[in-house]
C-alpha cells in the first residue's frame, strides 16, 4: 500500500499509453493511504495523516503542498490525454469520498470532471441550498448513460444530472 510520489506520474503515463493504445477503456486509480509524500518541499507527515489535519495550521499548509503536487500532476495527465488526442473522448472522473478528512465527512463530496466531451461550466454547486442537494448518484447515472449504459436509475438516483451537458 505504499506509493511514492515519483510514481504518479508514471502510473498517468502509463494510464495515458493503455488508453491510447485501446488496451483497456476503463481505468480507476486510488491513491492509497500509504501514498509517500515526505519527499515534497516542507511535507514532513504523510498524505492520510495530513488529511486529519483538525484545522491545525502546519498540517493545512503541508496538506496544500500535497495536493497541488497530486492536481499538477492531474494536469499533466489532462495534457497527455490532449496530446494522445483522446481527451474529448474520455471522461475523467476525480473525486474523494471525503469533503473532510478530519471529520470523515461524505457530505458536499468534490468530484471534478473533465474530457469526455463535456461543455465544462466550471465550479458547480448543486444546487447552493444545502437541503436541496442532488444526489451524487444523478451524476453517475448520467455518466452510465454518456457512455451508452441504458439505465434509468443508478443507486439513489432520482434523475439524471441535469447540469451535465454533452457536446
Do not use: C
Not at 442537494?133 to 447515472?141: A, E, G, K, Q, T
Amino acid at each position: 500500500d505504499r506509493m511514492h510520489i515519483e510514481e504518479l506520474p508514471l502510473f498517468f503515463d502509463l494510464l495515458t499509453l493503455a488508453l491510447q493504445t485501446n488496451s483497456t477503456r476503463v481505468a480507476t486509480f486510488e491513491i492509497p493511504m500509504g501514498f509517500t509524500t515526505s519527499d515534497l518541499d516542507n511535507v514532513s507527515s504523510g498524505y492520510h495523516g495530513l488529511s486529519h489535519h483538525s484545522k491545525g495550521e502546519s498540517k493545512l499548509e503541508q496538506l496544500k503542498v500535497v495536493e497541488d503536487y497530486i492536481f499538477s500532476q492531474i494536469d499533466r495527465l489532462f495534457d497527455g490525454l490532449r496530446e494522445a488526442r483522446i481527451f474529448n473522448d474520455t471522461l475523467v472522473v476525480i473525486g474523494s469520498g471525503m469533503s473532510d478528512g478530519s471529520t470523515h465527512s461524505n457530505k458536499n463530496l468534490p468530484v471534478l470532471l473533465a474530457g469526455g466531451g463535456l461543455k465544462h461550466q466550471g465550479h458547480i454547486i448543486s444546487p447552493a441550498d444545502k437541503h436541496r442537494r442532488v444526489p451524487l448518484s444523478n451524476l453517475w447515472l448520467s455518466s452510465l448513460q454518456w457512455f451508452g449504459v441504458e439505465r434509468e436509475r443508478f443507486g439513489k438516483s432520482t434523475g439524471t444530472f441535469s447540469q451535465m451537458d454533452f457536446s
